[in-house]
């Protein structure tokens, strides 16, 4: 069994700064995006307008019975092509 050599992390610590910003980045974009669909489709639900609330509900209902395992599959599926 040999040593790990953490030198290498030091030595690439700006890219690791830079995938860890990027990250963050991509992390605050998904949240503002998710917070304004969902008080978006919130407003849909609860209006009385029925084409409105039809659009809404059969997002919602829509997303929650697609299980998360088959979008999971079909992420890295898109990933890898």
Known sequence: MGTLD???LMRHSDR???GFLNTIQV???ALIGSFILGA???IFRISPV???NW???AFV???RNIPLLLVVFS???DCLH
């Open 27 to 29: 992390s605050i974009m």
């Open 40 to 42: 978006i489709l919130a």
């Open 75 to 77: 992420s890295i599926l």
């Open 61 to 63: 209902e829509f997303i």
């Open 55 to 57: 659009i809404g509900t």
């Open 6 to 8: 953490f030198s290498v």
């Open 16 to 18: 690791f700064l830079e």
């Open 50 to 52: 029925k084409p409105l």
